[in-house]
């Protein structure tokens, strides 16, 4: 690129990109004179980053923690290290001033750390980070749904009220893929290099790398033991509290890494391809290297954190309550298969499994740790 384009061309890119999308009821009001300043200056810094002329933009969220936008360039102008040449990719814009310097919370941090160390866990899993700039709070990052992959989400697959092929297909790639990460042999180094990364980031941190803001899940527990009936000085109490504690700072054998978001919608699949596979149910005891996860490619790493093992098992036995769209209905969730894969997909990643997975006390700690955090949402 000889020479940037005037302040004007990004300007009239912005205004065409707000034109182009409806914002949820959540986000903030992408046609205002400031998220357009926002829009523009993004686009200036993405085209300075890769020393290209951006011809398209298209919002993919605008939310209150970060703005997402897909950016498409002329064929033969964006060429990159391990990728070639790419027609599209995705800026990830952090709102919090302080998202460059805090670890404490979802972010940029979280995401620009968490993406090698997810990258070291299952290469080639989750989408790429190509560029940081610390300073403007922005990461450039792989398009994994550009028109070279043509996808659908496990979320889109689980949408079923139904306990169908489909929807049992998408549970197994989705159980294939997190066994795989939590069971990687590359966990241990991969914890060690994301924490002492945060902690580099940011020397105020008292546990870097840990789950962001768990004292959401402490405050949901009083909510919780209200809702009810349970006294806050009653023995049962205490109890919860230490079942949720166990569950928020894991012993060392019992924490692993992942992007901390276990939503099916997070999770991308080649539609073609995948669906028109074996046409049955995919076995979870099989193979402990799963071909399939090669298929999958994973995006969202803000909350990139080390956790209990038993959470993603929480998450699954309840059908995925934290996802915004979840939890899936109770036919699905509830049907004897779910039930099946739940218990194979436990025995996979419990360092030491019990019979029933139902009374697993880590997994019933981390049921009551949901819950709580969900309290707290909801309040």
């Not at 707000?18 to 986000?27: D, I, R």
């Not at 991969?190 to 402490?218: K, R």
């Not at 919780?224 to 919860?240: I, M, Q, R, T, Y």
């Not at 890494?257 to 276990?262: A, I, Q």
């Amino acid at each position: 690129m000889s020479a940037l384009p005037s302040a004007s061309f990004f300007w009239s890119l912005a205004q065409r990109a707000s034109a182009g999308y409806c914002p949820q009821v959540t986000e903030q009001d992408v046609s205002s004179p400031r998220f357009l300043q926002l829009l523009a200056w993004l686009l200036n810094q993405a085209s300075k980053a890769l020393a290209a002329c951006p011809t398209h933009a298209q919002i993919l969220s605008a939310g209150m923690r970060s703005v997402v936008i897909r950016v498409r360039f002329s064929p033969g102008t964006v060429d990159l290290p391990g990728l070639g040449e790419v027609p599209s990719v995705i800026l990830k814009y952090f709102r919090r001033k302080d998202s460059a310097s805090n670890s404490g919370g979802f972010g940029y941090l979280r995401e620009k750390h968490g993406l090698g160390a997810l990258d070291a866990l299952v290469p080639g899993l989750y989408t790429r980070l190509l560029a940081a700039d610390d300073a403007s709070r922005l990461l450039i990052l792989e398009d994994i749904k550009s028109d070279s992959f043509s996808s659908v989400s496990l979320g889109e697959l689980l949408l079923s009220s139904r306990a169908d092929t489909t929807s049992l297909q998408a549970l197994d790639a989705w159980a294939f893929t997190w066994a795989n990460i939590l069971g990687s042999p590359a966990q241990a180094t991969a914890q060690e290099s994301f924490a002492e990364a945060l902690a580099e980031a940011d020397p105020q941190a008292t546990a870097p790398g840990s789950i962001p803001s768990p004292q959401l899940a402490f405050k949901g527990l009083a909510l919780l033991a209200k809702a009810k009936g349970v006294a806050l000085d009653s023995e049962e109490f205490e109890l919860w509290q230490k079942q949720v504690g166990s569950i928020i700072s894991p012993e060392p054998g019992d924490a692993v890494l992942s992007s901390g978001d276990f939503s099916p919608a997070n999770l991308l699949l080649p539609s073609r391809d995948y669906l028109t596979g074996s046409g049955n149910s995919r076995d979870l005891s099989a193979n402990p290297v799963f071909p399939l996860v090669r298929a999958v490619r994973a995006i969202d790493a803000e909350g990139s954190c080390i956790h209990h093992w038993a959470l993603p098992v929480a998450e699954m036995m309840l059908g995925f309550p934290s996802w915004p769209k979840g939890p899936v209905s109770t036919a699905l969730a509830g049907h004897e298969n779910w039930q099946l894969a739940t218990q194979k997909f436990y025995r996979l990643v419990a360092p030491y499994p019990h019979t029933d997975v139902y009374q697993a006390p880590a997994v019933r700690s981390a049921v009551l740790t949901i819950q709580a955090v969900l309290a707290e949402q909801l309040a």
